[in-house]
Nanobody
Framework: QVQLVESGGGLVQAGGSLRLTCAAT????????IGWFRQAPGKEREFVAM?????????EYAESVKGRFIISRDNEKRMAYLQMNSLKPDDTAVYSC??????????WGPGTPVTVSS
């Protein structure tokens, strides 16, 4: 079973950018659909973006991040990325990645915090 670890979070001003990385600790990675999620203080965890298993050309985004965030993957490196542009204070949250194991998600990492100051 795949296990994931996130990195790349930090403090950024509104309008800035960050790139998050999701690294798999096991050899099998390319077959998994990888999703990014976030949880803001006092709120439920929400879906952010996902990239389908395989070549990574198929992606989906939450409406709130469409046009600002880009998800990608590098199967040789066993990594997935979330490029976050035009960040807003509402994007402040702990960001986590997971691998899809229908009907749910698995391999959750500890998350990486993102704080966007106004």
């Amino acid at each position: 079973q795949v296990q994931l670890v996130e990195s790349g979070g930090g403090l950024v001003q509104a309008g800035g950018s960050l790139r998050l990385t999701c690294a798999a600790t096991r050899r099998i990675f390319s077959v998994y659909t990888i999703g990014w999620f976030r949880q803001a203080p006092g709120k439920e965890r929400e879906f952010v973006a996902m990239v389908w298993g395989g070549s990574g050309t198929s992606t989906e985004y939450a409406e709130s991040v469409k046009g600002r965030f880009i998800i990608s993957r590098d199967n040789e490196k066993r990594m997935a990325y979330l490029q976050m542009n035009s960040l807003k204070p509402d994007d402040t949250a702990v960001y986590s990645c997971a691998a899809q194991s229908r009907p749910s998600w698995t391999g959750w990492g500890p998350g990486t915090p993102v704080t966007v100051s106004s």
